[in-house]
């Protein structure tokens, strides 16, 4: 099946397919993917198919099933790893920066932040409340606050984890997009890396419900597409911080960083006018 890539606009071709197995948390499900040959974008054509409501299943039963096994400790956490944002890393970045007043957490929001994992470590750690936006998961947690749809704003930092791999169509990149300040900061955890891997075992692979997939080059455009002129990479806590052109902080981040640095004794945080294409494997 031939479509255009959500990114680029250019055409893709068929690149493999991937089986999934029966299991607990989804059925049987054969999936076609789909890779742009000028920026790279992979992306399932079987899941840009399924209706709404099939797909709002998919996703409530992975994890939702997944959550009730965290919670009630009946899962190896070691299986966790691989396919689980790195919060406690995240959170300490987050406050680090908010420290050196390079992002201000006060303006923010958690869009898409399932069960509010991040909210409650940035809380009860680092006392530091953000809100949190979700369409599908309201836990019953004092210390996570949910905000309606209705009551969805600009703010100067969006943090977005762990969703830009679930995205079937544009609309679901731009939404988020459009919540950033003309002068914000979008903070980004995903993979991202310079090829996507033509191996249906490819760890990041393994949650039925991951169907987007993102290179540097395809990161790079939207980043240009959407106004944004310079990027922040933590390895500590795998995300990107990127920067709209007309954010104030831009011109002292290459000092800020490198005093971080030398407070931290290790490269924490990375910079580029541009996106910062850290991961060069596959």
């Keep these: 099946m031939k479509k255009n890539c959500m990114i680029c606009g250019e055409k893709t071709t068929y690149y493999f397919s991937k089986s999934y197995m029966a299991n607990k948390y989804w059925d049987e499900l054969d999936v076609d993917y789909n890779r742009c040959h000028n920026c790279g974008f992979t ?166 419900v991951h169907t987007a997939f993102h290179t540097n080059k395809s990161m790079s455009f939207l980043m240009e597409q959407w106004g944004y002129s310079d990027s922040m990479y933590s390895p500590a806590a795998k995300s990107w911080f990127l920067f709209k052109d007309r954010n104030e902080a831009i011109t002292k981040l290459p000092r800020m960083i490198e005093n971080i640095n030398v407070e931290l004794q290790t490269e924490f945080l990375f910079h580029k006018t541009g996106f910062v294409d850290y991961w060069k494997g596959f």
């Design 43 to 208: 992306f399932s054509v079987t899941h840009q198919a399924l209706s709404e409501t099939e797909w709002e299943n998919l996703n409530a039963r992975a994890h939702y099933g997944d959550e009730d096994d965290i919670k009630s400790k009946n899962i190896d956490i070691n299986s966790l790893i691989a396919n689980k944002p790195p919060y406690g890393p995240m959170a300490f970045t987050l406050n680090l920066l908010a420290k050196n007043s390079i992002i201000d957490t006060y303006n923010s929001i958690d869009y898409a932040s399932g069960y509010g994992t991040l909210a409650k470590l940035l809380r009860k750690y680092f006392d530091t409340n953000i809100q949190c936006y979700d369409p599908f998961v309201r836990d019953p947690e004092p210390l996570v606050k949910y905000i309606s749809t209705e009551e969805l704003s600009k703010y100067g930092l969006v943090i977005n984890s762990a969703m830009f791999e679930h995205v079937r169509k544009r609309e679901d990149l731009d939404k988020i997009n459009d919540l950033v300040s003309y002068n914000g900061v979008l903070m980004l955890h995903t993979v991202i890396c310079e090829n996507i891997p033509k191996d249906p075992d490819w760890f990041y692979l393994t949650p039925i």
